[in-house]
C-alpha cells in the first residue's frame, strides 16, 4: 500500500477474463484494496454466461440457481501500473465461487491451472511463446458497420515504419506496452491493410495466457483512447483474409532440458514431442470449437488462406496445422497454427496441453510429416467447417472433455450452441442483398 501510494497510485483495476477471454474488472480505491483481498469482490456468476450483445444464457449454476455470486480475490503477485491511465494499477483476479470454496468451472485461468496440474503429474512443465494479429479501424459514419480498416494500401506485408502505418500505432503500441511489462518484444504491419502483428515472449504457459489476456485488452484499450477500434475477430472483411493465434510450446523437464528435443531421433524430435504432437492432431476436431471459437471464425478457413482447415504437421512448414519451426535443442518446439485471433489465450492453451498430454500419455506417434504445399483433402482429414460441427465434436470427444472438467465444457457448450441458435435467427445483409430484389 506505500510503495503504491508512493508510485501516485491511488486505483488498482482488478481484471479477470470471461468465457470468450473480454476482461471483466472493477476499479478499487487504494484505501479499500485490503478489504478486497481479504473478502474478495462480488459479481453475478452469470458473466461468464452473458453474451456480447448483453443476453443472459441459460447455463447451469446462472439463471436456475437464481443468479448467484462469484467472488474475485486480487492476485497482487500480478500487480503493474498501467502506462497509459496516471495513478492506476492492474492486477489479475482470482474467482471463487463462495457456495463451494473452489475456483468456479467457468474460470477460464482456473482451467488452464487445472490442466497444468494434470500435466505437472505426468512430468511436463509446457512453455509457451503466444504470437497475435488484429486489424486496427477507423470511424466511417458512412459504413454499415461504423468502422473501415485503417491505412489502406496494399502489399504492405512484413513492413514497419509510416509505409503501412502513416499514423505510427504500432510504435506508441509497442512502447505502451513494453511499460505494461507483459514481454512484448516486436512487431510488424501484416498482410492485409491495417492488420498488425505483435509478438510475446515466452514464458510458463500460465504466465504465457495471463500475458496474451492483458495484450488483447490492452491493445483494444490503446485503440480506444486514440478513436480507433483494434478487434481480434477472426474475420471482420470479405475482401481480405483473416487474423490468427499462433502458439508455439515447448517443454522443459526437471533438468532444464527441452524434453522435446533428441538428436537422434527421428527429426531431432523426442518422443515426448512426438506423442504430443500426434495428441493434438488426433483432438484436433475438439479443439477447433476452442480455438476457433465463433461463427465468424469458419470464414477464415479455406483454401490458400494459410488458415490451416487440415489436420496434419509439417517440418517448417506453414501450410501445416501443426509447424515444426527448424530450431532444434533448447529451441525445439512445435507451432500450432490453427487458432484465430479471438480465441480466449486460457481456453487455447488449456485445450492444445490436454490434447497433448493424452498424447503422452497414450504413446500415439504422429503420421510422416506434410512435405510441400498443404491444403490437398487426398492426403490430410478436413477440421470441423463451422461452429456447430466443431461444438459437436467437442462434446463427442469425451478423452479431452474429461481432461478439461464437465462442468467447463458442458458451460462452454451450451453458452456456444446460443450463439449458433441467435446467428442462425438473424437476417443478414447478405440475404437481403441476394433475395429481395429477385424473389
Not at 6 to 23: E, F, H, K, S
Not at 273 to 284: D, E, K, T
Amino acid at each position: 500500500m506505500d510503495r503504491l501510494a508512493a508510485d501516485g497510485v491511488d486505483v488498482v483495476r482488478v481484471t479477470y477474463p470471461d468465457l470468450i477471454g473480454t476482461d471483466r474488472a472493477r476499479d478499487v480505491l487504494l484505501e479499500h484494496l485490503p478489504t478486497a483481498c481479504a473478502h474478495g469482490l462480488a459479481f453475478c456468476r452469470a458473466v461468464y454466461h452473458t453474451s456480447p450483445q448483453g443476453d443472459v444464457v441459460e447455463v447451469e449454476g446462472g439463471l436456475d440457481a437464481g443468479l448467484p455470486d462469484i467472488s474475485v480475490h486480487p492476485d497482487l503477485s500480478t500487480l503493474t501500473p498501467l502506462p497509459w491511465e496516471p495513478g492506476v494499477a492492474t492486477c489479475l483476479g482470482d474467482v471463487i465461487a463462495p457456495a463451494t470454496g473452489s475456483p468456479a468451472p467457468e474460470s477460464p485461468r482456473d482451467l488452464l491451472r487445472h490442466v497444468l496440474d494434470q500435466c505437472t503429474g505426468q512430468g511436463l512443465a509446457p512453455v509457451a511463446g503466444p504470437e497475435l494479429e488484429y486489424f486496427l479501424c477507423d470511424p466511417a459514419p458512412e459504413s454499415p458497420t461504423g468502422w473501415k480498416r485503417y491505412a489502406e494500401a496494399p502489399g504492405n506485408v512484413y513492413t514497419a515504419g509510416r509505409r503501412g502505418d502513416p499514423g505510427g500505432h504500432l510504435l506508441r503500441t509497442l512502447r505502451q506496452l513494453r511499460g505494461l511489462g507483459i514481454g512484448a518484444s516486436m512487431g510488424n504491419h501484416e498482410f492485409s491493410s491495417g492488420q498488425f502483428e505483435i509478438n510475446l515472449t515466452h514464458s510458463a504457459a500460465l504466465d504465457a495466457a495471463d500475458r496474451a489476456f492483458r495484450f488483447k485488452s490492452a491493445v483494444k484499450e490503446l485503440a480506444r483512447t486514440e478513436g480507433r477500434l483494434a478487434t481480434f475477430m477472426a474475420k471482420p472483411f470479405v475482401d481480405e483474409g483473416g487474423s490468427g493465434f499462433h502458439v508455439h510450446i515447448s517443454c522443459p523437464d526437471a533438468d532444464g532440458h527441452n524434453a522435446f528435443d533428441d538428436p537422434a531421433a527421428p527429426h531431432g524430435l523426442s518422443s515426448t514431442a512426438r506423442h504430443a504432437i500426434a495428441g493434438v492432431l488426433a483432438h484436433a476436431p475438439a479443439l477447433t470449437a476452442l480455438l476457433n471459437p465463433t461463427v465468424n471464425s469458419y470464414k477464415r478457413f479455406g483454401p490458400d488462406t494459410l488458415a490451416p482447415w487440415l489436420i496434419d504437421w509439417g517440418l517448417d512448414n506453414r501450410s501445416a496445422m501443426v509447424r515444426v519451426p527448424p530450431e532444434r535443442g533448447a529451441g525445439t518446439r512445435f507451432e500450432l497454427r490453427l487458432a484465430d485471433a479471438s480465441a480466449n489465450p486460457y481456453l487455447l492453451l488449456a485445450g492444445t496441453l490436454a490434447a497433448a498430454l493424452l498424447g503422452v500419455r497414450a504413446g500415439q506417434e504422429p503420421p510422416a510429416p506434410l512435405e510441400g504445399y498443404g491444403y490437398d483433402t487426398a492426403r490430410a482429414a478436413t477440421l470441423p467447417m463451422t461452429l456447430p460441427a466443431a461444438l459437436d465434436a467437442l462434446e463427442a470427444d469425451t478423452a479431452l472433455t474429461e481432461v478439461l472438467g464437465k462442468g467447463f465444457t458442458a458451460a462452454f457448450l451450451a453458452y456456444k450452441r446460443d450463439e449458433v441458435q441467435r446467428f442462425q435467427r438473424y437476417v443478414t445483409d447478405w440475404e437481403f442483398t441476394e433475395y429481395a430484389y429477385h424473389l
